[in-house]
């Protein structure tokens, strides 16, 4: 049973740091695409940054510059580092796995919440 958890989120002022990581366990990751979502409240959840286990990213344009997407193929993890967090970040984020190949393949962690206030 695949299962994903997540750690690092928190609160933190405009300006400020976090670093999320999720660590998969519980299948073999090495043809899967791993990453994170978030979800403001009322908004729909939105991809943040995605990697293959090759290497490629893909970011969305509010993360690019300020964020960083990192993984350990060897310990099914993958970590988002933010940094120049600003209050519209304030989110749940949310890990996320899916296979390059199958479609229905996927899993999502429980979420961690992210608060950018001051």
């Known amino acids: 049973q695949v299962q994903l958890v997540e750690s690092g989120g928190g609160r933190v002022q405009p300006g400020g740091s976090l670093r999320l990581s999720c660590a998969a366990s519980g299948g073999i990751f090495n043809q899967y695409i791993m990453g994170w979502y978030r979800q403001a409240p009322g908004k729909r959840r939105e991809l943040v940054a995605v990697m293959t286990a090759g290497g490629t990213t893909n970011y969305a344009g509010s993360a690019k510059g300020r964020f960083t997407i990192s993984r350990d193929n060897a310990k099914n993890t993958v970590t988002l580092q933010m940094d120049s967090l600003k209050p519209e970040d304030t989110a749940v984020y949310y890990c996320?796995?899916?296979?390059?190949?199958?479609?229905?393949?996927?899993?999502w962690g429980q979420g961690t919440q992210v608060t950018v206030s001051s």
């Open positions: 996320h796995v899916r296979s390059s190949t199958v479609i229905s393949d996927y899993y």
